[in-house]
């Protein structure tokens, strides 16, 4: 089973970067797409951007030219930086795996969240 811990969020000013880190630990065979989701207040989770195993991207429309994500396979690591942040970036950030360990199909986890504030 793999365990996902995030960081990176906080409190930004709006035009600000913030850069989140995903880690990912446990037991598997292999992690295949990684993603970043995000949840702001009375909305629902939406996909922000993922990448799959060999690198391929994809991007939300509302984060495309500001947002880059990234992965290191050889520690496991999911990364978002996030440039020209506006307050309706404002929500809690999720890291998600699909991950191959017991099971012939992958299985899925989720990290806790990471909050990101866009306020004057």
């Known amino acids: 089973q793999v365990q996902l811990v995030e960081s990176g969020g906080g409190l930004v000013q709006p035009g600000g970067s913030l850069r989140l880190s995903c880690a990912a630990s446990?037991?598997?065979?292999?992690?295949?797409?990684m993603g970043w989701y995000r949840q702001a207040p009375g909305k629902q989770r939406e996909l922000v951007a993922s990448?799959?195993?060999?690198?391929?991207?994809y991007y939300a429309d509302s984060v495309k030219g500001r947002f880059t994500i990234s992965r290191d396979n050889n520690i496991n690591t999911l990364y978002l930086e996030m440039n020209s942040l506006k307050p309706e970036d404002t929500a809690v950030y999720y890291c998600n795996a699909a991950y191959y360990w017991r099971q012939p199909g992958p299985e899925i986890s989720w990290g806790q969240g990471t909050p990101v504030t866009v306020s004057a």
């Open positions: 990448m799959t195993v060999s690198f391929r991207p």
């Open positions: 446990g037991s598997f065979r292999s992690i295949d797409t």
